[in-house]
Nanobody, 126 residues
Framework: QLQLVESGGGLVQPGGSLRLSCVAS????????IGWFRQAPGKEREIISC????????NYADSVQGRFTISRDNAKNTMYLQMNSLKPKETGVYYC???????????????????WGQGTQVTVSS
């Protein structure tokens, strides 16, 4: 069983940056597809970015393309989401997710992942 724990959330001013981390335990992360999701207040959870288990495929939501970067360090069993030029509308709870031998198609969704972290709050406000 894979367990995921996020960290790195907090309060940041508009235009600022944060790096979220998600540490995996129980199993190695290197054979899992990974993803980051966001759930804004009163809204459904939505995909932000994903990376396939091979690492060869990544995708981003149009709204974050060019500002956010997903990455992984298999030696540390950790995935990351670097977020730059943050906007107030990007406030929400951010979740990491993983799926054994998972891919990263544009159609990827919540249903594509079986393992989830507990979420970390990101608040973008002045």
């Amino acid at each position: 069983q894979l367990q995921l724990v996020e960290s790195g959330g907090g309060l940041v001013q508009p235009g600022g940056s944060l790096r979220l981390s998600c540490v995996a335990s129980g199993r190695t992360l290197d054979n899992h597809g990974i993803g980051w999701f966001r759930q804004a207040p009163g809204k459904e959870r939505e995909i932000i970015s994903c990376m396939s288990s091979s690492g060869r495929s990544t995708n981003y939501a149009d709204s974050v393309q060019g500002r956010f970067t997903i990455s992984r360090d298999n030696a540390k069993n950790t995935m990351y989401l670097q977020m730059n030029s943050l906007k107030p509308k990007e406030t929400g709870v951010y979740y990491c997710a993983a799926e054994y031998l998972g891919g990263c198609a544009r159609s990827i969704s919540i249903a594509s992942f079986n393992y989830w972290g507990q979420g970390t709050q990101v608040t973008v406000s002045s």
